[in-house]
């Protein structure tokens, strides 16, 4: 196992329960960070739905039964830490459930927000920029020799604080990119007229569709599954 060497009590016990962070994300300090591009980089009052969203989350019974066997192991998980921001839906699709998980699990769980004042951009956080860019940076994305600050990043500690598993963004089987090209997202910012109007009303769809909730329990199988491999299979 992997000391991570960024987090340690102190600075764990620094970020936010899942109660705290969705009523952060409807404060004034909030809705004034920039957004994704394209919500206009302007936020929007996500409190609500994240709250509904955790509502309308339960795990399966072998779900909850799987993560309170895998927090029962010696050096299992017994705490997870999110990096998130609510403009992101995957954010907003996955987050309540990991929120479910620790609770199941009996897990500690602290979410840090990943951007300051402006959005990330770059293949690594601003230290200047994001007050959270050290625990960023300790759990970057790396696909093909590039790194990325992912949202949502979920990271699986022991009670000592080291890596068991680290989940990024979306379940495998979320064909994100794939579904976006199908539903037609314009090519550019730019092109935000009818075009856009339309692709975000069919995204928007998607959202309330049974499927939005199958890939949300997708990430929570892949998430236990990965931990079992890591834990049984030792790989």
């Keep these: 196992m992997q000391p991570t060497r960024v987090v340690t009590a102190q600075r764990f016990a620094q970020g936010m329960t899942f109660d705290h962070y969705v009523a952060y994300t409807g404060t004034p300090e ?4 920039q957004a994704g591009w394209w919500l206009g980089a302007t936020r ?4 609500g739905l994240l ?5 309308l989350c339960r795990l399966s019974e072998a779900q909850t039964a799987a993560i309170r066997w895998l927090a029962a192991l010696p050096d299992g998980p017994a705490r997870l830490l999110v990096i998130s921001e609510e403009w992101s839906s995957d954010c ?3 987050v309540p459930m ?12 602290r979410i840090f927000p990943r951007d300051g004042q402006k959005l990330g951009r770059g293949p690594k956080a601003d230290p200047a ?24 990043t979920v ?18 089987i979320y064909r994100k990119t794939e579904l ?29 569709s049974p499927f939005w909730q199958v890939w949300t329990s997708a990430a929570v199988d892949e998430m236990l599954s990965a931990l079992h491999e890591r834990l049984v299979v030792g790989s």
């Excluded at 909030?30 to 960070?33: D, I, M, P, Q, V």
């Excluded at 860019?133 to 790396?142: G, H, M, R, S």
């Design 92 to 94: 907003r699709r996955d």
């Design 30 to 33: 909030n809705l004034a960070r």
């Design 98 to 109: 990991v929120a479910r998980l620790a609770e199941a699990g009996g897990l500690e769980l």
């Design 180 to 208: 976006a090209r199908r539903l037609g997202v314009p090519a550019s910012r730019e092109n935000r007229d009818k075009e856009w109007e339309r692709f975000i009303r069919d995204w928007g769809a998607l959202q309330e």
């Design 44 to 47: 929007h009052d996500f409190s």
């Design 155 to 172: 990271v699986f500690l022991t009670q000592a604080f080291e890596v068991l598993y680290i989940y990024f963004e979306f379940p495998a």
């Design 129 to 152: 920029e994001s007050p959270n860019a050290d625990i960023v940076n300790a759990f970057l994305n790396v696909k093909d020799g590039q790194t990325f600050q992912t949202v949502p």
């Design 51 to 55: 709250r509904k969203r955790y509502e």
